[in-house]
């Protein structure tokens, strides 16, 4: 199954090809389509593509901060907005369930253990998409320096919108579930809103990736992570001889 990198449709009826090593790059339409998964070899080797960044594993703070803080656009203005909500709802419950101070301290507690529960979870939802994209050398790595645990498939090439499911997969399953949780089970209704801010919040991760996509939009991006040097890398395809 090959993949896709979506482009506007022409007027004219399109269709080109180039070889790119050993397989055939299509135009179709205003489409680009690459019949076979490209590997790193591809991306390092051909002159279709542009080294963008590079991201170092021991140093990702930086990246979050650039891409998940000082960035204002569609991606980083949703996320913030559904924090927003997230707490709203959230302190809207409690006050109508009448806690006292102590029930509140209790409850964020109990959240705050099961919200260390969910880690393992949360890449482990990372792993099975990449999983379902093919990768088998899966791997999760942990920054205790910088409090970040995050999961990779070694030497593994996604692309933009393969990327957008693998952040987006834990937001949608996890807080998915635990909104139908707070809807069906009312003495949990509190706990489970509660946990979902904690693990909202702690996806900011995935969504300054996802603001890095956007912010490199202009381009097809296709990225791939290397465990042993604990590196991820971002290749664009060029736009000479791709039609967009």
């Known amino acids: 199954m090959g993949q896709t990198l979506d482009a506007p449709y022409g007027i004219e009826f399109l269709f080109s090809s ?25 991306l390092q080797q051909s002159e279709r593509f542009l080294l963008l960044d ?22 980083t203005v949703s996320f913030y907005i559904g924090l927003a909500l997230y707490l709203g ?8 369930m009448g806690y006292n101070a102590f029930s509140w301290i209790i409850q964020v507690l109990w959240a705050t253990v099961a919200w260390l529960v969910l880690i393992p979870f949360h890449e482990g939802i990372h792993g099975l998409v990449y999983w379902a994209l093919g990768a088998r050398d899966i791997r999760v790595g942990v920054s205790l320096r910088e409090g970040v645990v995050y999961a990779i498939a070694h030497g593994f090439v996604v692309n933009r919108r393969e990327f957008i499911g693998l ?39 995935d969504w300054a990736l996802l603001s890095y996509l956007w912010v490199k939009r202009a381009h097809p991006v296709f990225t791939y992570d290397d465990a042993d040097r604990k590196m991820s890398y971002f290749y664009a395809m060029k736009k000479e001889g791709c039609l967009q």
């Not at 709802?89 to 109508?96: F, H, P």
């Open 18 to 42: 180039y070889n790119l090593k050993d397989r055939i790059v299509i135009h179709f339409a205003g489409a680009v389509i690459i019949p076979s998964r490209l590997t790193v070899n591809d």
């Open 54 to 75: 590079t991201l170092s594993h021991h140093d990702l703070l930086p990246f979050l901060v650039q891409y998940g803080l000082k960035q204002v656009n569609p991606v």
């Open 167 to 205: 952040a987006l997969a834990p937001t949608v399953l996890i807080n998915g579930g635990l909104a139908v949780l707070a809807w069906c089970a009312e003495p949990l209704r509190f706990f489970a809103l509660a946990l979902s801010v904690l693990h909202f919040s702690s996806a900011g991760g």
């Open 89 to 96: 709802v959230t302190l809207s419950v409690g006050i109508r």
